[in-house]
């Protein structure tokens, strides 16, 4: 690591590291701004998510997102990654939690509704009283996603892979 990079500029190549796919490269730039800095809940939360893909220390980088997401709890990306640790353990609903906690706080973050996505979960049939398969709700479903208008779960809408597991 190149010792003349301020904890910031740690951070940035962190990112990008981590956007690319690069994940040990990417620990170790968090990690080096998280020792500039250990006072920035921001790069604990990111040195905790490099430590959870990199070296899969679940513990310490659960340690390190939760204490970050208590100071700065109306952060998005912190709940984005503390969501991300538990979902690279298996941990599925607490990341599905963790990332309507960061809906909750910035409905339009497009990482946070992209994970979702990608897990796929599901909404509340249009039509409740009616089963998810009946004709009805699946033609309103589809209207409904070709005009873009369905919405992430809330909390007390539960994923059918969340359901199936209880």
């Keep these: ?3 003349t990079f301020t ?3 740690h951070y940035r190549q962190g990112c990008e590291r981590l956007a690319e796919g690069q994940h040990a490269p990417a ?3 968090f990690r080096a701004a998280h020792e500039l800095d250990a006072a920035s809940p921001r790069y604990a939360s990111y040195y905790g998510l490099g430590l959870a893909l990199v070296e899969r220390r679940f513990n310490r980088a659960v340690e390190l997102c939760r204490s970050a997401v208590k100071e700065e709890f109306f ?3 912190l709940y984005h990654n503390l969501a991300r640790v538990h979902l690279a353990f298996g941990f599925k609903a607490e990341g599905i939690r963790y990332l309507r906690r960061g809906l909750m706080i910035d409905p339009a973050d497009p990482a946070i509704r992209e994970e979702l996505e990608d897990l796929g979960c599901r909404s509340r049939p249009v039509l409740e009283f009616l089963p998810r398969n009946h004709f009805l709700n699946r033609w309103l479903g589809r ?4 005009l873009g208008l369905l919405d992430v779960p809330g909390e007390e809408d539960e994923p059918e892979s969340i359901r199936a597991a209880a």
């Design 143 to 146: 209207v409904k996603r070709q």
């Design 27 to 29: 620990l170790e730039h």
């Design 1 to 3: 690591m190149d010792a």
């Design 75 to 77: 952060s998005p990306d």
């Design 7 to 9: 904890a910031e500029e």
